[in-house]
């Protein structure tokens, strides 16, 4: 069975930090794609951040809401990929869950894109207190 579990999730204040952590059971993510989305309420969810591999290449993508203040990176031997998100703002507020392809990425297809990945964590709430 493929899943993966959000953790890291609580409330801060206005400026503070918060690293998430998304552990995957049953794959790796060796060679494949895996993303960071949010929703918050009443509002469609969004991607944010995504880190891609293709042979030894890697590279990460940002929404411009949230670069520069968040970091995406990933422990392979750990199955785990984090998000480390610094200067939070009230609007930063959100459910976050993690997304990831099954093994290889489809990187024509825009970071992003639902399509791209296959597996995706339930989520864990990320509240900024102004």
């Known amino acids: 069975e493929f899943k993966m579990e959000e953790s890291g999730g609580g409330t801060v204040q206005e400026g503070g930090s918060l690293r998430l952590s998304c552990t ?70 959100g459910v976050y869950s993690c997304a990831a392809s099954q093994s290889w990425c489809l990187t024509a297809i825009p970071a992003f894109t639902p399509r791209r990945y296959d597996y995706w964590g339930r989520g864990t709430q990320v509240t900024v207190s102004s």
């Not at 895996?34 to 293709?54: C, L, M, N, T």
């Not at 990929?81 to 507020?93: A, C, I, R, T």
């Open 24 to 93: 995957a059971s049953g794959f790796s993510f060796m060679n494949n794609c895996v993303a960071w989305f949010r929703q918050a309420p009443g509002k469609e969810r969004e991607g944010i951040a995504d880190i891609s591999h293709r042979g030894y290449d890697e590279w990460t993508t940002y929404d411009d809401a949230v670069k520069g203040r968040f970091t995406i990176s990933q422990d392979v031997a750990k199955n785990t990929v984090y998000l480390q998100m610094n200067s939070l703002k009230p609007n930063d507020s």
